[in-house]
């Protein structure tokens, strides 16, 4: 019997996988649909997210929300997008940022999320931890030049660079990204979130 979306958020909800490694209790942030269209995949909940248990619920997601030319009631609307983090739970914080994500969710819970998102059209790639895992060896040779290729996986793929406040320098450094991908972007998640 083919197990629902539902069931499956409940178990991910409830793992404990890495309960010895992480900083706090788990508290698994993400949030799917059945009808989504897009998934964004970015690295792992980050403090205030890991409080509030809303997925990109920071400065990074206000960033991220007007890349896609998104309200928070749009972004949040999981019957268009589901939010899947490569880690699901807050790894941490050190001395120059946030722990990687927990390398034990996507491998473990991502494969059987897909198979319940039957209507992905377009899966975006925030960050280099969700391009390494899901373009592997077709990465370039770091993130910029990933993202600067990006023709070269869509049109299931749209690799991303963070939107963290931390970024800001690269963006001015790859003034592209604002000039030509933000466009694409927002046209892409137009067209899926209307049609």
């Known amino acids: 019997m083919k197990k629902k979306l539902n069931t499956l958020l409940e178990e991910i909800e409830r793992c404990r996988n890495c309960q010895a490694e992480l900083p706090n209790e788990p508290r698994p942030v993400l949030r799917a649909h059945e009808d989504s269209k897009i998934v964004l995949i970015g690295q792992a909940p980050g403090r205030v997210v890991h409080e509030t248990g809303i997925p990109w619920n920071d400065r990074s997601g206000d960033n991220l929300r007007k ?3 998104l ?4 972004f949040y ?3 268009k997008m589901s939010i899947i983090p490569m880690g699901f ?3 941490g914080t050190g001395d120059s940022g946030d722990f990687p994500p927990m390398k034990r969710c996507a ?3 991502h494969g059987e999320l897909f198979r319940l998102l039957p209507k992905v059209e377009l899966v975006l790639l925030v960050g280099q ?3 390494k895992y899901y373009l592997g ?3 370039k040779r770091n993130l910029t030049e990933t993202v600067r290729n990006y023709q070269d996986y869509l049109p299931r793929y749209l690799p991303l660079p963070h939107p963290s406040p931390r970024n800001i320098r690269w963006q001015q450094k790859n003034p592209w990204f604002v000039h030509e991908i933000v466009p694409m972007l927002r046209e892409e998640v137009k067209r899926l ?3």
């Open 77 to 79: 609307d999981t019957e």
């Open 107 to 109: 491998p473990d819970w």
């Open 71 to 74: 309200d928070r009631e749009q």
């Open 89 to 91: 739970c807050y790894p």
């Open 193 to 195: 979130y209307v049609g």
């Open 67 to 69: 890349w896609m030319n």
């Open 137 to 139: 060896k077709s990465c």
């Open 129 to 131: 931890y969700a391009q």
